[in-house]
Nanobody, 123 residues
Framework: QVQLVESGGGLVQAGGSLRLSCAASGRVRSIYTMGWERQAPGKQRELVAHITDSGITTYADSVKGRFTISKDNAKATVYLQMNSLKPEDTAVYYC?????????????????WGQGTQVTVSS
C-alpha cells in the first residue's frame, strides 16, 4: 500500500499561483504514475495532470500552458505548479498514484488517492 499526504491548497485571486505537493510513503518503489485529479461541486472528477516514472507528462486541455507537474523521485513527491489560476479551477484536488506489479505479460495496477486539498480561486 501507499499513503499520500497533500499540501498547498488555499484561496487565491484569479491570475495568482499555488503549488500543490503530494508526498508518498509505503511501497513507493512500485509507483508507476503520480498525478492530480480534481472535482468541482456538482461536477465529475477529472484528470488534471500526471507523470510517469520515466517522466512522461499528461495534462488536461484546460490546464495546458498554465499548470506544470514535476516530481522528486528521492522524496517520492509530486508537485503541481498552478499559474494564471481561474475561478473555474476551483475544486478539491486529489493526489493519485498508480502502483504497478507483476511481469510484463501479467501486469496489474493498484490506484490510491489522497484526502484532497481545497483550491479556491476568487474572481
Amino acid at each position: 500500500q501507499v499513503q499520500l499526504v497533500e499540501s498547498g491548497g488555499g484561496l487565491v485571486q484569479a491570475g495568482g499561483s499555488l503549488r500543490l505537493s503530494c508526498a508518498a510513503s509505503g511501497r513507493v518503489r512500485s509507483i508507476y504514475t503520480m498525478g492530480w485529479e480534481r472535482q468541482a461541486p456538482g461536477k465529475q472528477r477529472e484528470l488534471v495532470a500526471h507523470i510517469t516514472d520515466s517522466g512522461i507528462t499528461t495534462y488536461a486541455d484546460s490546464v495546458k500552458g498554465r499548470f506544470t507537474i514535476s516530481k522528486d523521485n528521492a522524496k517520492a513527491t509530486v508537485y503541481l505548479q498552478m499559474n494564471s489560476l481561474k475561478p473555474e479551477d476551483t475544486a478539491v484536488y486529489y493526489c493519485k498514484t498508480s502502483l504497478r506489479f507483476g511481469p510484463v505479460e501479467r501486469q496489474y495496477d493498484e490506484d490510491y488517492w489522497g484526502q484532497g486539498t481545497q483550491v479556491t480561486v476568487s474572481s
